[in-house]
């Protein structure tokens, strides 16, 4: 109880999250009366980064700065009008396959909002959208980053749960192409009820000739995930390949790239990285502290109370799941569930710790798209002026699918395992 009411104290005075649970450990340290567990904590908060597989998030939102760079999200909308623009309601369809796309490679919902709101919502406010809807539609194709690899989540869910980065990433594809079609279903309904406009007319040539000056830029999915499910690389060394990949074709296919760019984009990512990373440790102390609490263990006890089979705990997890994702980030909601749930999952109901993984993951992103925080609205507000609250309202049928899909996901296991080995 005082390890609990000095984090909530911290997170209510404006501590950041990752401080807030180092300083809890020590909290909880000082209060057992233990002070040989002094001596453990550095090698805990060392040891929660220890891990090969942590270095392919560098690599990851590296990926994504030199795609930026390159002019690559642009070119991938062009690719997306392409294909459906001339449908009613045609660039709301090219803001969800462009997200789609841009998801395999940027993997940050936030990063991917800020990103396509500057790109689309001017575009869908000139054909006559309303801007609300436009800046909402573009928080809900951010939804798609962290699920369909790669995703910085899954590889820090890896971690946590000590399994296969490589298998986790491969999981989220089934669910982020089935999320991508359900989406588009809302908008041919929504469509139908509103009358959106057609985007501007395309000839078969002018989309053959679009398609084919903006297909190479998916050579970079393309390297990332086939050398993952081809087994030739692992999760890591495809990050490596693929940041190589997107360098490659921003600088000799879209010529917007210059190497002169890279070390202030390493910079940045590497700030990036610093912050998710130093996360982990501070997740590593605090899952630390709970074991050593018997947390996991009295939780469990008071879920078979209530759960009594595996689907029942499922639905149990996916409210507590998303009631936490409505006020702490997708990370940390990460760090804090996880050492909680995972071994009642696997231990006591026998789940498979990557389909738990899924529904966790696109749990706490969803609970970026709900208030009272929402913080992927809040980024789409501040790029477009939009008001958040609106946003919710007027995009509440793609938070009522979103929540059929975990429903589905917690039914069927094998919509997030049919492709892993």
Not at 95 to 122: D, E
Not at 368 to 390: D, E, H, I, N, Y
């Amino acid at each position: 109880m005082i390890t609990s009411a000095a984090f909530m104290a911290f997170m209510l005075v404006g501590v950041p999250i990752g401080l807030c649970l180092c300083l809890a450990g020590l909290v909880y340290i000082a209060a057992s009366g233990n002070p040989v567990l002094f001596q453990s904590y550095p090698l805990q908060l060392f040891g929660g980064v220890d891990s090969y597989g942590l270095i392919a998030i560098p690599l990851f939102i590296l990926i994504g700065e030199i795609m930026n760079g390159g002019g690559i999200t642009r070119r991938i909308v062009d690719m997306a009008m392409a294909f459906v623009g001339s449908l009613k309601g045609g660039l709301a369809y090219v803001n969800i396959l462009a997200n789609m796309f841009i998801s395999s490679i940027l993997g940050s919902a936030t990063a991917q909002v800020a990103i396509m709101a500057q790109i689309m919502v001017p575009e869908m406010e000139k054909k006559g959208y309303d801007k609300t809807f436009a800046a909402g539609l573009t928080a809900y194709g951010g939804m798609l980053g962290p699920i369909i690899p790669p995703s910085v989540m899954f590889v820090v869910y890896s971690v946590l749960a000590q399994v296969s980065v490589s298998d986790m990433l491969i999981a989220g594809i089934v669910p982020g192409v089935i999320l991508t079609v359900m989406f588009c279903l809302v908008i041919a309904l929504m469509g139908y009820i509103y009358n959106y406009p057609r985007a501007d007319h395309q000839t078969p040539r002018q989309r053959v000739m679009t398609i084919l000056r903006t297909s190479p830029t998916l050579l970079i999915p393309i390297v990332i995930v086939g050398t993952i499910l081809g087994g030739l690389a692992n999760a890591t060394e495809s990050a490596a390949v693929g940041a190589v990949a997107a360098a490659l074709v921003g600088k000799f296919w879209t010529r917007e790239f210059e190497f002169s760019q890279l070390p202030q984009m390493m910079l940045r990512s590497a700030i990036y990285s610093a912050i998710v990373l130093f996360l982990v440790a501070a997740a590593a102390v605090f899952s630390w502290v709970l074991i050593f609490g018997k947390v996991p263990q009295e939780t469990a006890g008071w879920i078979q109370s209530v759960a009594k089979d595996p689907v029942s705990f499922m639905l149990i997890c996916n409210v507590i799941l998303l009631v936490i994702g409505t006020v702490i980030d997708g990370i940390p909601g990460l760090i804090m569930t996880v050492p909680i749930l995972l071994p009642v999952a696997t231990d006591v109901y026998h789940i498979d710790p990557r389909q738990f993984g899924v529904v966790v993951v696109i749990n706490l992103v969803l609970g970026l798209l709900s208030p009272p925080v929402g913080l992927c609205f809040f980024v789409a507000a501040a790029v477009t002026g939009a008001k958040p609250g609106k946003m919710f309202m007027v995009t509440l049928p793609f938070f009522v699918i979103s929540c059929v899909l975990l429903v589905l996901l917690s039914l069927y296991p094998s919509l997030s395992l049919i492709l892993v080995k």
